[in-house]
């Protein structure tokens, strides 16, 4: 996000995304250190179920909470869940719920960028949920590959992957 855009949510919402900008390229960081310490940079530490993966965890925290957005209000620092992007449960099979959370860079309607811990690194993706299975349009990536199941003749995108957006409250 350029200097000196306003975040919409405050100074909790910003410091998210410069946690997570902070942490591009950084490799060997599991899913729940990488969101766990973009929380912390913004002073929420958020307590999940351990008995769940991370992003499941989280997801079902803040569904209870009540804190869900709709996908053309996402803002900057929102956080974005998907589904299925992995076989946690080693049956290779896409069954395994929620399993990857990602933080919120930037957003134009339903158009996000967002950074997320994916496939050993910390990196920067995209997802229009309008357009599930667009991957390009021209040099612009529209949503980023995610997964190829068993089965599949491409590679699920995160538009397709998609379960929704949450707003974390402020502390």
């Not at 000196?4 to 909790?12: E, K, S, V």
């Not at 998907?82 to 930037?106: A, K, Y």
């Amino acid at each position: 996000m350029p200097a000196g855009t306003p975040y919409p949510d405050g100074l909790r919402a910003s410091q998210r995304v410069e946690a997570a900008a902070a942490l591009l390229g950084t490799a060997g960081l599991a899913d729940r250190a990488f969101v766990a310490h973009v929380l912390r940079a913004a002073g929420q530490d958020l307590e999940v179920d351990r008995n769940m993966n991370y992003a499941a965890g989280l997801h079902a925290k803040l569904q209870a909470d009540g804190v869900r957005v709709e996908a053309a209000e996402a803002r900057p620092g929102d956080l974005v869940f998907f589904r299925d992007t992995s076989d946690l449960n080693g049956n290779t099979r896409p069954d395994d719920g929620v399993t990857l959370v990602g933080v919120v860079e930037r957003a134009q309607g339903t158009q996000v960028v967002f950074i997320a811990q994916r496939a050993g690194k910390v990196r920067r993706m995209a997802v229009d949920p309008q357009r599930p299975q667009v991957v390009r349009e021209g040099s612009q990536v529209v949503n980023t590959r995610l997964v190829r199941w068993p089965g599949s003749t491409h590679a699920w995108t995160t538009g397709q992957c998609l379960v929704g957006y949450a707003r974390p409250r402020q502390p």
